[in-house]
């Protein structure tokens, strides 16, 4: 992809909030150490601005975000015990930037997402617990280097698909 940021002045310039963020991020000499390759390609897609843009406009313009009652009642219940988990959730749907990733407005208005991360910052997982582990197993693997993955049927044990994954440089695998 061409990084062009001719392209990212023209879809943002109208918007000085939005083209400044912009700016400063990609001025950034730690701009790779921050989003990885692919999140600064990313920041450069026309697609993914425009919709930053139509965020944007979402939140300032209205109509915003307008949850049926009950379902507000019932996120309002679930993130009360938690402050950390709310505010974060308040700070990601208010950010047009982070709306614009995937679907990650239905995320923050799932009960069950967010009940499950409410559980998690009040309960975290015991780290040697044989789940953890193979993660942070997993993770390590990720962040080394090239990794192939096989699926296989549980049953059977009979390989489904197997994938190769290009490593990183070291510490991006949360970026990437």
């Known amino acids: 992809m061409d990084l062009d940021p001719d392209a990212a002045r023209a ?28 999140g600064v390609r990313e920041m450069h897609d026309q697609v993914f601005l425009r919709e930053v843009v139509r965020q944007h406009r979402w ?9 049926d ?25 208010a950010n047009p930037w982070a709306r614009a990733i995937g679907d990650m407005v239905a995320y923050w208005h799932d009960p069950e997402i967010m009940a499950r991360q409410v559980n998690r910052a009040l309960h975290p ?5 044989p789940n953890e582990i193979r993660m942070r197993h ?11 993955m096989v699926m296989t049927e549980k049953d059977s044990g009979k390989e489904v ?11 991006a695998a949360g970026t990437n």
Not at 61 to 67: K, L, Y
Not at 125 to 129: A, G, H, L, M, V
Request: hydrophobic fraction near 25%; charge should be neutral.
């Open 161 to 171: 698909m197997r994938r190769d994954i290009r490593g990183s440089r070291p510490g």
């Open 69 to 93: 009652p009950a379902l507000k009642r019932r996120l309002d219940e679930i993130l009360e015990p938690c402050p950390k988990i709310r505010e974060k959730r308040e700070r990601s749907l």
């Open 59 to 67: 939140l300032t313009e209205g109509p915003g975000d307008r949850p």
């Open 125 to 129: 997982p015991d780290p040697f617990s």
């Open 11 to 38: 879809i943002l310039e109208p918007y000085p909030e939005l083209w400044e963020h912009w700016q400063r991020e990609m001025h950034n000499p730690d701009r790779e150490q921050k989003y990885g390759s692919g």
């Open 138 to 148: 997993i993770i390590e693997l990720l962040k080394s280097g090239e990794v192939s």
